[in-house]
């Protein structure tokens, strides 16, 4: 059966989203489990698997603590659910910035084990050349500037970046150099409007933002953040449900119901056959 799906539905490529500069927005969210990842399937061109997994899943601070272990086991839960969606996987810190060879082993054992169609780097100053050194090697890349979580410790928490003067002028390089190392595309995080639009039109390739303004060529958010699953959002957070809420008022009904002995009821139990 599965095999007749994957004939049947075209996959979204790293050239696809790479002719989508300038094109209709490219729509991305995070994913990290199969049933949501079935679910944005219709909606999204790219589904990430953020390693903002191990915040919102796994309750952790920041996402240092993210192993290649909990990546693959993701990528592989996403990958069960997306058929048309591009996936993208992100590589966890520590697991790039040692040197390109160890970096194309770890994104080859990403792609290999989960069947995902691309990796995605923070891309911090050191980082064009590892890029370059995968995609040449056969591994699509997504680069990822501005506000990088993984420099947290050396940024002394999550801060807005590129407002003015020289952070501005290293991040716009960063990305220029990320774009052409051959990454496919760009996320845009946590930066200045202008910025995010003078960066769009410096380079070739789609950029992403996340909290950058609509001046990018696409979106992503948390999907939980958008969802409202958590009682505190970044601002650039737009929320488009309140799980938090519904989550709450089912379990309190569960709650009500189980202490009222009313259910389990009649449609919920199983009979014994007559005779
Ligand atoms: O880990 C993540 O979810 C991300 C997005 C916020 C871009 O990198």
Redesign the pocket.
Known sequence: MSSQRQETVKRVTAPDIAARKNGTPIVCL?AYTTPVAEILDEHCDLL?V????GM?VHGLPN?VGVTMEMMILHGQAVMRGARKAMVVV?MPFGSYEGGAEAAYANAVRILKETGCQAV?V?AGPTVADTIAYMVQRGVPVMG?VGLR?QAINVDGGFKAKGKAGEERRRILEEAKATAAAGAFAV?V?GVAEGLAREITQAIDVPT?G?GASAGCDGQ???TDDMLGLFDWTPKFVRRYGDLRGEIGKAVAAYADDVRARSFPGPAEIYFAKAG
């Open positions: 995070t990430l953020g390693d903002s997994v919102v996402t992100d995605k923070e990822h979580p996320v995080e992403i996340i992503i958010l948390v």
